[in-house]
């Protein structure tokens, strides 16, 4: 690939994983997580995210009702744990399911398009 | 935590909102201190220095505070946002024009009428700088004002999306307010003001625009006009007023609409061409002077220019409404 071509690349990768960010961290907070945890949890899940990105969106969700948060302040560190809600529980199912279809319908068109 | 640490989260956290910053700062810190940790590994006696080589690449990381900043408070980051861009530009397009040429009339009409004897020279500089003044003035308003609606606009949107849950979405929810019927509307009800405001001008005394020491705080039209003609110039701008009002309620720029709507305005600008050439239609003490003549001529110019501009943009507004 060409220098442009890779240019490309990134920005369609960005934006791909802009939305898989948010997806993944309400799959990955159905059990309570702190920021830091969250971040390695998904980088070892191979879904490479920016710290920087991840915490001010962590703070959106909770604004949107889709994570509760709640500081722990028994550990050494005080740490905020971001736990998904009933209403975040039922978000995360849905971009599952739709998730699902994306996947079937690129495999599909990825198929037709093959010589 | 640190100096550098703090420094950074004072920087990330300056340009927030204060309820939020004790909250965020927490969290950035305790984020710092958990990467420099896990940074550090086992390595638990590491040296200060090695420490603070690892809190710097850590800090690095994140990256800018200001652009950390801005993704925590998530506000636009930009002064006229595309929701409001065809709004500004059509503003723009149609209070610019008019202040100038109102700003061009009215000094021109002003300096010869407080200065008889003035230069061609001094009317020119005294217009050409008061108009700018008044052009960068309305577009300073129109910016501002639109900039700010723009970030309501934002808001609204935003809180609309998450109030409402997936799947609850109905066909009633769908604006049905199209983009072209509101800017219809909005032409329409900025036309309607403006005929207000004309409908005004023969009962509005000098004094209100500070210059009643010219004619004793009296009428700008000629107090001695016959009532014939005031009762032509209202009843023309209640025909144009009618079509404004059909343009707002059917929120539709139908074509035999525009067509009498242009016949409207040309006839009133052949009704006032009439009246301004016949006899004075300002107050005699305003054109006392021996340039009464060439003040009239300017105000039919002006007229005219107004009148051919209207037609020009109604008939592009026409087409574009068209495709």
């Known amino acids: 690939m060409n220098e442009d071509e890779d240019k490309a690349l990134a920005t369609h990768e960005q934006e791909l994983r802009r939305g898989t960010v948010v997806f993944a961290s309400l799959v990955a907070c159905r059990r309570p997580q702190y920021g830091y945890s969250l971040l390695t949890t998904l980088t070892e899940a191979g879904i490479a995210t920016e710290a920087n990105t991840l915490y001010p969106l962590l703070r959106r969700l909770e604004k949107q009702g889709l994570l509760s948060a709640v ?29 699902l279809e994306l996947n079937s319908s690129i495999t599909k068109l990825w198929k037709d398009g093959t010589p | 935590m640190s100096a550098l640490t703090e420094i950074y989260v004072d920087n990330v956290t300056r340009h927030l909102p204060e309820d939020s910053r004790p909250d965020i700062a927490a969290e950035i810190t305790a984020t710092i201190d958990d990467m420099v940790d896990a940074r550090l590994g086992e390595d638990a006696d590491s040296s200060p220095d090695h420490t603070a080589t690892v809190e710097r690449e850590v800090l690095e990381e994140l990256g800018d505070p200001v652009a950390l900043s801005r993704e925590y408070s998530n506000s636009p980051q930009h002064l006229i946002g595309p929701n409001s861009y065809p709004l500004y530009i059509w503003a ?19 300096t010869i009428a407080v200065s008889p004897g003035v230069q061609i020279g ?73 005929i207000v405001a004309l409908a005004m001008v023969p009962l509005i005394p000098t004094s209100l625009l500070y210059v009643g020491h010219l004619n004793g705080g009296e009428t700008f039209v000629n107090p001695d006009l016959g009532v014939g003609w005031l009762l032509g110039y209202w009843a023309f701008l209640a ?34 061409t009439i009246a301004l050439l016949t006899q004075p239609v300002l107050h005699s003490e305003l054109t006392n002077t021996g340039n009464a003549d060439f003040q009239q001529i300017i105000t039919v110019i002006a007229i005219w220019i107004i009148t051919v501009w209207d037609q020009v943009s109604t008939w592009r507004i026409y087409r574009r409404n068209r495709r």
């Open chain 2, 122 to 194: 001094e009317i020119i500089g005294k217009t050409a700088g008061n108009t700018v003044i008044a052009l960068l003035t309305a577009f300073a308003a129109i910016t501002i004002i639109i900039g700010l609606g723009d970030r309501g606009m934002d808001g609204g949107a935003s809180d609309s999306l998450r109030k409402r849950k997936p799947g609850t979405w109905t066909i009633d929810d769908l604006d049905r307010r199209d983009s072209r019927s509101k800017q219809i509307r909005a032409e329409a009800g900025l036309g309607l003001v403006f």
């Open chain 1, 71 to 99: 500081w722990n302040t028994e550990q050494a560190r005080p740490r905020k744990y971001y736990t998904l809600t009933d209403s975040g529980a039922e978000v995360a199912a849905a971009l599952h399911s739709h998730w």
């Open chain 2, 239 to 272: 025909l144009m007023a009618a079509v404004e009002v059909i343009k707002f309620t059917t929120a539709s720029a139908k074509p035999t609409v525009a067509i009498i709507g242009g016949i409207v305005d040309i006839a009133m600008a052949v009704f006032l």
């Open chain 2, 92 to 110: 723009l397009r149609w209070v610019l024009p008019i202040v100038g040429l109102l700003a061009v009339l009215t000094n021109i009409v002003t």
